[in-house]
């Protein structure tokens, strides 16, 4: 069974600290996806990361995928309380499964 | 954007009734999933369905559960005799092929009573 590791699991900051979440794996994905889910909706993408050591800007928020292509991390930069959301990451083996692996998720709280 | 859609929305229903839950994905895609999340947890993957059939199912996917591509449109997933646990929200999913991204639906919240 393929594990996504993400940590924290919560974090709670104030408006205009920049934190760092971390998706880890012991397996190697041949590319992993970061999705924001509002309660009650369904996960929407925010960034696909395919090559090991990409990254990838989305405004604030930095994507990077590790050399070996078992982590990410996404970095936000003075967070807004409009970031305040569930963060999951997603693996994609692309094998005969043809379907992703998700991470625990991590809840972030954005005080203003 | 083509969306991917569900319906209902929110499905009641009680201890041992069947359920089906429906999903039409983007027209053009080829392959298409079902994953699950109970309330506070990660979303899990159930099925994966390509070429009328099922590719991969996981081992919360039991004989309890079947999934349905009826008239090319539509894509069901149906739970025969629910239980309390099965209680959670419920994601179609599609892709038009591999390896790109997976569009999700917006869920049906499924509780069982």
């Known amino acids: 069974t393929q594990l996504l590791e993400q940590s924290p699991q919560f974090l709670s900051i104030q408006e205009g600290e920049n934190l760092t979440v971390y998706c880890n794996s012991s397996s190697v994905f041949s590319s992993l996806q970061w999705y924001r889910q509002e309660p009650g909706e369904g996960p929407v993408l925010l960034v696909t990361?395919?090559?090991?050591?990409e990254v990838k800007k989305l405004k604030r928020l930095t994507f990077q995928f590790g050399d070996a292509r078992k982590d990410s991390s996404l970095h936000i930069t003075a967070a807004q309380t409009g970031d305040t959301g569930l963060y999951l990451c997603?693996?994609?083996?692309?094998?005969?499964?043809?379907?992703?692996?998700f991470g625990s998720g991590t809840r972030l709280q954005v005080q203003p | 954007e083509p969306e991917v859609t569900q319906t209902p929305s929110h499905q009641v229903t009680q201890m041992g009734q069947e359920v089906i839950l429906r999903c039409v994905p983007i027209?053009?895609?080829?392959?298409f999933y079902w994953y699950r999340q109970i309330l506070g947890q990660k979303v899990e993957f159930l099925v994966s369905f390509y070429n009328n059939e099922i590719s991969e199912k996981s081992e919360i996917f039991d004989d309890q559960f079947s999934v349905e591509r009826p008239d090319g449109s539509n894509f069901t997933l149906k739970i025969r005799s629910t239980k309390l646990e099965d209680s959670a929200m419920y994601f179609c999913?599609?892709?038009?092929?591999?390896?790109?991204?997976?569009?999700f639906g917006p869920g049906t919240r499924l509780t069982v009573t």
């Open positions: 027209s053009n895609h080829l392959y």
């Open positions: 990361v395919v090559t090991g050591g």
């Open positions: 999913a599609s892709r038009p092929g591999t390896p790109t991204r997976e569009y």
């Open positions: 997603a693996g994609d083996r692309d094998t005969g499964r043809r379907a992703l692996t």
